[in-house]
C-alpha cells in the first residue's frame, strides 16, 4: 500500500503527452520511417500508414494507458494487479525484456547520431576524397572503441534524465526537448522546401501510385512502421500511463499523443526528401540514407554544415527521449520488484543494458563474423525485439483488453463508458488488432 501512495505522477496531463509523445518520437520517426517510406512507394505509404494509426494504433495505444493509469504499477506489477495468477503477465515481462533488447542496440544506433552530431558542430565529418562518406561511416561503425564511446555517453545521459524521477527528470527533460524538436524539424522542413527537389518530394510523399494498394507488401511495412513508432508492445506506455492521475482523460491524451507523432514523420519525410531529390539520391537507399547519403548532401548544399549540425541535434535528442522511456519500463519493474530506490535502479539497470550493447556494437568491427540465424548481432537484436517480442506483447495486451478484462472494467478504466466507440474499442482489440498483428508478425518470420 506504501508504494501506492509514494508512486511518482506527473506533474500536468502536458507533461504526460509530452513525454509520451517523446517515447514515441525517436529514430523511428526520422530515421527508419523516412527509408522505409521510400523504400515502400512513399505516398501509397503514407496514407495506409496514416489508416494503420487511426485503426489499429489508436486502440493499442488507449489499452497500454488504461492498463497503466487503472494499476498504478510497472509493466510486469500492472498484469499481476489487474489479473492475478493469469499468463497476461506474459506480455509485462515481454515489455521487460523488449527494453534491455531495444535499448542494448538503439543506444549503438543513437551513439552514431551522437558522433555524428559532434562531428558537424566541429567542422563536418572529415570524409576523405576517395571513400566519401561512405567510408567514413564504415570505418567509423567498425572501430573497436570510437562506437563504444558514443553508445557509452548516450546511455550516460539517458542515465542521467531517468535518475531526475518522473518530474525532475522525464517531464521536464521531454518538455524542453519535444518543443524544441517540434521548432527544429517544422524550421528544417521550412529550408528543405526551398531546394530544387521540393516539387519531386511532394508528388512521392502526397501523390499515390495507387497500384501500391495491390502490394501486400507495403500494407505490412506500414502497420510495422506503424507499431515501432508508436512504441507500443513494449510496455513503455504502460509504465507512462502508470503515473498518470486518474482524473485526467485517456482518449484525448491517446489521440494527442498519436496524431503529434505522426506528425512528426510527416514533416520529417517533408524535411527529408527534398533535400534527397534535390540532389539526385534514391529515395530507397535504404538504412544508410541517414549516415550516408544525407552527409554527402549536407557538403555539397549551402549551409550544409549548420543543416548537418541541427539535423543530427534532432535525431540525437529525439533518441534520447525514446532511451529515456525504454530504461524506464526496466527501471520502474526492478524498484518495485526489488524495493531499490530509482537513483539505484537507474545506475544499475542502464550499466547492464550498456554492457548487453556491446556486442551489438563491435559486431560491425572485431565481431563482424558472427551471425545470430544468419544476422549480424545488431540486425539480429533488432529482429527479435521489433519482430517477435513487440508483436507479441502488443497482441498479448490487444488480447487482454478485449478479451481478459472484464468489458465494463475496461470501458470505465478507459473512460469511454458504455458509449459506441467505446464498445468500437473493444471490437477492434478482439478481432482486428490481433489479426493484423499476427500477419505482421508472421510476415516479419517468413511465414506469410
Request: hydrophobic letters at 55%.
Amino acid at each position: 500500500m506504501s508504494a501506492l501512495k509514494t508512486r511518482e505522477q506527473w506533474g500536468s496531463k502536458l507533461g504526460f503527452i509530452l513525454a509520451a509523445m517523446g517515447s514515441a518520437v525517436g529514430l523511428g520517426n526520422i530515421w527508419r520511417f523516412s527509408y522505409v517510406a521510400g523504400e515502400s512507394g512513399g505516398a501509397a505509404f503514407l496514407l495506409i500508414y496514416i489508416a494503420c494509426i487511426i485503426a489499429i494504433g489508436i486502440p493499442i495505444l488507449m489499452a497500454e494507458f488504461s492498463i497503466g493509469r487503472r494499476a498504478q504499477s510497472d509493466v510486469v506489477g500492472s498484469f499481476e494487479t489487474i489479473a492475478p495468477g493469469k499468463p497476461w503477465v506474459l506480455a509485462g515481462f515481454l515489455g521487460v525484456a523488449s527494453a534491455f533488447i531495444i535499448l542494448s542496440f538503439y543506444g549503438v544506433i543513437a551513439g552514431w547520431s551522437l558522433h555524428y552530431f559532434l562531428q558537424y558542430f566541429t567542422g563536418g565529418p572529415a570524409a576523405g576524397e576517395a571513400g566519401g562518406y561512405g567510408d567514413y561511416f564504415v570505418n567509423f561503425i567498425s572501430s573497436p572503441i570510437q562506437p563504444l564511446f558514443w553508445q557509452f555517453l548516450f546511455m550516460a545521459l539517458t542515465i542521467a534524465i531517468v535518475y531526475g524521477g518522473i518530474k525532475k527528470g522525464i517531464e521536464m527533460w521531454n518538455k524542453i526537448l519535444m518543443p524544441a524538436l517540434a521548432i527544429l524539424v517544422i524550421g528544417l522542413a521550412i529550408y528543405s522546401l526551398t531546394l530544387g527537389g521540393a516539387g519531386e518530394a511532394m508528388s512521392f510523399l502526397f501523390s499515390p501510385d495507387w497500384s501500391a494498394f495491390s502490394d501486400p507488401a507495403v500494407y505490412l511495412a506500414a502497420l510495422g512502421q506503424a507499431f515501432f513508432s508508436l512504441s507500443l508492445g513494449m510496455g513503455a506506455l504502460i509504465t507512462y500511463g502508470s503515473y498518470l492521475s486518474k482524473k485526467e482523460t485517456l482518449p484525448s491524451a491517446a489521440v494527442s499523443v498519436a496524431s503529434l507523432d505522426t506528425l512528426f514523420a510527416i514533416i520529417a519525410g517533408i524535411m527529408i526528401f527534398p533535400v534527397v531529390f534535390a540532389f539526385g539520391i534514391s529515395p530507397d537507399s535504404g538504412p544508410g540514407l541517414v549516415f550516408i547519403a544525407l552527409p554527402e548532401i549536407f557538403a555539397e548544399m549551402n549551409g550544409g554544415l549548420i543543416f548537418g549540425f541541427l539535423f543530427f541535434f534532432l535525431l540525437s535528442a529525439a533518441a534520447i527521449t525514446s532511451g529515456v522511456s525504454l530504461l524506464e519500463v526496466a527501471v520502474a519493474y526492478f524498484m518495485r520488484r526489488f524495493e531499490w530506490s530509482r537513483k539505484k535502479a537507474a545506475v544499475i539497470i542502464g550499466t547492464i543494458i550498456f554492457l548487453i550493447g556491446i556486442p551489438s556494437s563491435l559486431g560491425n568491427g572485431v565481431l563482424n563474423n558472427v551471425r545470430i540465424g544468419g544476422l549480424e548481432i545488431l540486425d539480429a537484436a533488432d529482429f527479435l525485439a521489433s519482430n517477435i517480442f513487440l508483436p507479441l506483447g502488443g497482441l498479448m495486451i490487444a488480447l487482454f483488453v478485449g478479451w481478459g478484462w472484464k468489458k465494463t472494467d475496461a470501458l470505465r478504466e478507459s473512460d469511454f463508458g458504455d458509449t459506441t466507440i467505446g464498445h468500437l474499442w473493444v471490437f477492434v482489440l478482439r478481432f482486428i488488432a490481433p489479426v493484423m498483428i499476427m500477419l505482421v508478425f508472421l510476415n516479419a518470420i517468413g511465414i506469410f
